[in-house]
């Protein structure tokens, strides 16, 4: 008696198979696979995504590098302009010559503000009408005891002491004339006066 084996009747349709694979429907292995992609590529894809929403493939293709380079510019000038609005002295040329601040010639006692204000202003030495008028201002807050003036202290101690908009504003000015080079004008002094108008009524007492 002859034993024989059934004929294999599975056919392999390489055709289909190929097909299968092609077909992103059945590509199980991306659940599995986790793909290598930094924070960057991430966002951009995201964005490159919504602009294809919005604008279509080819515009999303073109431009979505371009964009996501100049937003990225735009927010480093952003936090570059924040950083000097709050510290402007870390953008000082002489920044080295701003601390310490013990200048001796900077003293607030003994020094006739008025008189020597009125005399830089007749030689149009608008420099020195505004040192001596941040100057002034620390005496009237000392005087005030709104401060604790010492002459070893920096302009950016007295602006945590006093913690007003004016003052802040009043000091920024006189740092960029003094250590930053900006021209010191009649116009910046004026602005100056009105500050220290200001302080005086809202800040002093």
Known sequence: MNLTSPADTLVCDTAQIALWRSDPAY???????????????????QFGEL????????FAEEYSGLILVCIAILLLLLIVWFVYRKRPE????????????????????????????AEALSRQDYREAVRLLYL??????????????????????????????????????????????????EELFRAMQTLQEEIEKGGVS
């Open 136 to 185: 002034q201002t620390l005496k009237q807050l000392s005087d005030a005891e709104r401060i604790d003036w010492q002459l070893y202290k920096t302009p950016t101690q007295y602006i945590n002491e006093v913690r007003l908009p004016a003052f802040r504003q009043l000091t920024n000015h006189f740092l960029r004339v003094r250590y930053g080079n900006f021209e010191a004008t």
């Open 27 to 45: 590509n199980y292995n991306r659940e599995l696979i986790t793909p290598e992609m930094n924070v960057f590529e991430w966002i951009s894809r």
């Open 51 to 58: 602009l294809r929403k919005i604008f279509g493939s080819r």
């Open 90 to 117: 870390l953008f000082m040329t002489s920044h080295k010559n701003a601390l310490p601040y013990t200048v001796e010639e900077d003293t607030i006692y003994g020094v006739d503000f008025p008189g020597g204000i």
